[in-house]
């Protein structure tokens, strides 16, 4: 008891050191705030000033001040996590963050009797904040001087003796847990002992409870997750791991430290691409915990084309079918021949000269087919077409005969070109013949089986068509429709807009500046809000979960990415797409000559070692010789086995659900096979929020304290990926499992499904 009482005590009195630290930090950000909220209305002041120059300058300072103000304003929870104790370094020399830049300890750092003192001492936080002489109170994550929080361990310590991770809300320090680098030291700081408390940071973290929301790993990220954080942006940096590896948490943590590195150079924003509106939903929030929003987009696969959005999903043999390359050649016949519909006229008739000029079926079809002979965008072709409209009908008139001065010659043709170009007989005809067609109104096209058939003949299979077709007819769109109205985009073009002229700024007429300038020039603010909205290309490009990109996907995504550097996250075995070698081969389209950088994470924080050793099972199906990450845990509970009847399985599953929810504190997640997600959804209703049915493929990138797996054989039989597809879902729990099994699962006598047996 008196031990305990006195660890108690060595704790509560380190809790209070930190607390006081904290406290120092929020006065200093409170006067950081009182001196933004001054920029702000100096700012305005300098409005009213009346000048050009002063409108351009308050506007910049406005924006400046503003988002300094908005980072300020937002207290998050664990501000502050971190702290290292070092040892003095080799040199003194500084960095623009207050700290010293020496990585390695002086050589005599550490006395001959392993005795040394600590030199330096960095907390680390969200953003970075100096004290009024410009020393560093808190260390942003992301500035090298942070680096050995992350990377150091006991193998390899640098200057680090103590890593402590600092864990509060709000204002208030909760707890510490310290990870110890240089055990064999005896380390001492201002004269007295360095503490340790607890049993180290990692597994704390790894025992909290799971939300609906993704938590920041800022506080816990480990050596080689840093490693591809920090990485050059350079080119193309690829990221293999298995589950549990923190992927996609390193994925957005490597969007806000390319901005704090070089936001100059991705002004032109990132681009985050998640494969599920879940995912989206689940990472969202972590982005402004990490001191950055604004300038990453988050965007599901879905949702990557503006005002469409996916909110279905096909069936996997018309999946295969949509995301496919061969869905390229059907769509740029299918471009070419939408132009042809009942209601295209069948003749051209006007009135130049007098007289009456025709242009028959079988002209018509000639002039169409000698336009459309090239690889030009459809919609870009009308000129053209309306061109050679124009010279049949001018032959026809036999005016080409009459003058055999070039220059009066010309001066006819004019005449006549202006004459017929803005009858309404002809216009009309243009528009009826050579409309401008849209993605929607093409793919719609498509869902006619008959036209669909001409245009894949040879490409497609009988069987294939009347699939495709029949899901061409639903008003609502799937993941794989989004991409194929992106490629008809390309193909079909967007002739050329006049620019609308800007509105008048009520601030200019307000001062009397309409005269001096009656069409005010964009301030940097707005022209970075207008990028923002017509943006189509970015500066980065991070793919999570690669490797369920179709190849129309792919393309998709290469286009928002041509002039990019890339992070391509992903894992082969956890692959939803039926043909990897063909995804393969169009992501390496997308990605182009650029050289790569390929990193691999090996470690699985995410489920106990009971858990992992039963996906283990299944990978060895799915992937013969592959190997599973390695789990850093065990929890003593094993995986439990529960075999439903035929016509129990809704109560069964329910059943589980509520014995899960008593068991952990955090959420439950069921994950069915696809066509019984609304099935699922009717058998949890009630339960509560911390309950989720969802779809094998919708659960990717997500975690649950349980989940229950419902029918391994169903998830499994979906699709020739479908091994693949289990191996994730029975990879989404860091605390329990359940299988529930049914007849087609064939479980032995303790409810172990076939699949999962030995």
Known sequence: MAAQEAVDSVRDREIGVEQEHLDRVYRRLEEKIHEAEFLMNDAAQRGQVGTPGALAERDAQVFRAGIHLNRLNNEFEDFLFGRIDLLHGKDGKKGPDGAYTSVEPAEDAVRADSTAEIGETLHIGRIGVLDSDYAPLVIDWRAPAA????????????????????????????????????????????????????????????????????????ASIQAEQDLVIRAPAAS???????????????ALHRAAYLLYQDRRRYAGGILIVSPTPLLVSYTEGVLPSLGEEGQVAIRAVGSLVDGVEATTYDDPAVARVKGSSRMLKVLRKATRGALENGDSPQR??????????ELEADELQRIRHTVLGGTAPVNLLRPRARRLLLDALYTKSGAATRHSDPELAAELRSSFDEDVSTEDSFLAFLDAWWPELTPRQVLAAMGDEKRLGRWARRVLNPGEVRRLARSLRRTAYSVHDVALLDELQTLLGTPARPRKKRELDPLDQLTGLEELMPVREETQRERAERLAQERTEYAHVIVDEAQDLTPMQWRMVGRRGRHATWTVVGDPAQSSWSTPDEAAEARDEALGTRPRRRFELTVNYRNPAEIAELAAKVLTLAMPGKESPRAVRSTGVEPRFVTAGAQATAGTVREEAERLLARVDGTVGVVVAMNRREEAARWLAGLGERVVALGSLEAKGLEYDATVVVSPAEIADESPAGLRVLYVALTRATQQLTVVSGPRDEPDADGVPDLLRD
């Open 236 to 250: 193309v940096t690829y990221v293999e791991g298995g589950p549990g590896t923190g992927k996609t948490a390193v």
């Open 147 to 218: 680096a050995p929080f992350y990377r150091s361990t006991p193998v390899d310590p640098g200057r680090v003796v103590r890593r402590r991770v600092i864990r509060s809300k709000g204002r208030k320090v909760l707890g510490v847990e310290d990870d110890l680098m240089r055990p064999e030291l005896k380390a001492t700081l201002d004269g007295q002992d360095l503490p340790v408390i607890g049993d180290g940071a990692l597994m704390a973290a790894l025992g909290q409870a799971r939300s609906h929301t993704m938590r920041d790993i800022v």
């Open 348 to 357: 051209l008739r006007v009135v130049a000269f007098g007289r009456r000029l």
